[in-house]
């Protein structure tokens, strides 16, 4: 996995580890960026999948890194897993409506994402699973059931023995929220009349690429400010992370107060998201004036 991925992966693989009776310290590995840099270089993940060659069960990255906004080359990833004999799975909480995903033809074993990010469905909206579908078939996979995977037409027989649904919903433990399912239901209709991912990753391009010439443009020393997201379009989605070396907290609470809503990770980084559904080009321009003004300070 890499190293300093969102909590609740970190939390998951050390518990799971745990279970299989195993030691986090010595079955999980990590993967850091070289020094000097901030984000994975995707010849250095593949060359660690070879290294552990097959001792290696399972990889499970961010499919956009939620810190540094890099995406992975998740193709790569999982042939290079493939090829060693691991499987390979993604949290794509940051990835969701934000790239476009093509997870089958990534040939990917399995996926989760939440919807409250790029998806709007609201904090602790329902989640979404995607397994591929050669293991549609696969009762005898071993997982941790509930009620709700249970295979529908039988479900309510309340018998002893669980034999899963067919394809992912097999995996789901129990009723959907109704309510969240209803909110999340209009958040997909918003992406689904604003023509789905094409155009939204058409716009988002340019957008992401707008508010990095006009932080470029400031021609801040590195000493000051860093934007730590990959510079080429295809390795990031909306955001971007600027590495705020001196009062970065300060920064950030100028912008929130001035409107410009952002979020703040601690030690020193500010996320800037542009989001094609529902910011413009103008507030993009607001944005690069705001940071004009306090970088002439
Ligand atoms: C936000 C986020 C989550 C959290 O999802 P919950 O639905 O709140 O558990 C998980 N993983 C990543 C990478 C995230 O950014």
Redesign the pocket.
């Known amino acids: 996995m890499e190293g300093g991925?969102?909590?609740?992966?970190q939390y998951a693989l050390e518990t799971q580890v745990k279970l299989h009776g195993l030691d986090p310290d010595d079955a999980i590995v990590e993967l850091v960026p070289r020094a000097g840099e901030h984000t994975l270089r995707t010849e250095d993940i593949i060359a660690k999948i070879n290294e552990l060659g097959e001792s290696l069960c399972t990889i499970i990255m961010?499919g956009?890194?939620?810190y540094t906004g890099q995406v992975y080359d998740m193709a790569a990833i999982t042939q290079a897993g493939h090829a060693v004999g691991a499987m390979v799975g993604f949290?794509?909480?940051?990835a969701a409506g934000n790239i476009p995903l093509h997870l089958h033809d990534w040939d990917v074993d399995f996926a989760c994402?939440?919807t409250?990010?790029y998806l709007n469905s609201g904090?602790?909206?329902v989640?979404g699973a995607f397994v591929h579908e050669r293991y549609a078939d696969r009762p005898d996979l071993l997982r941790l059931a509930g009620w709700w995977g249970h295979d529908a037409a039988a479900r309510f027989q309340m018998r002893k023995g669980f034999q899963p649904s067919r394809g992912a919903e097999g995996w789901q433990l129990s009723n959907g929220a109704v309510l969240t399912l209803a909110v999340h239901e209009a958040g997909l209709a918003m992406h689904e009349a604003a023509g789905g991912m094409e155009p939204l990753r058409r716009k988002s391009e340019l957008l992401t690429g707008y508010l990095e010439f006009l932080i470029t443009r400031l021609d801040l020393p590195a000493s000051r400010l860093e934007i730590i997201t990959p510079r080429d379009p295809a390795q990031r989605g909306c955001q971007l992370s600027l590495l705020v070396h001196q009062n970065g907290r300060d920064l950030f609470e100028h912008l929130m107060a001035v409107g410009v809503i952002g979020d703040w990770r601690e030690p020193n980084v500010i996320r800037l998201a542009p989001v094609p559904l529902y910011n413009t080009f103008e507030d993009v321009y607001r944005v690069g004036e705001v940071l004009a003004q306090w970088a002439s300070q």
């Open positions: 991925a969102f909590p609740s992966d961010g956009i890194n939620y949290d794509l909480a940051h994402w939440c409250y990010k904090p602790g909206g989640a």
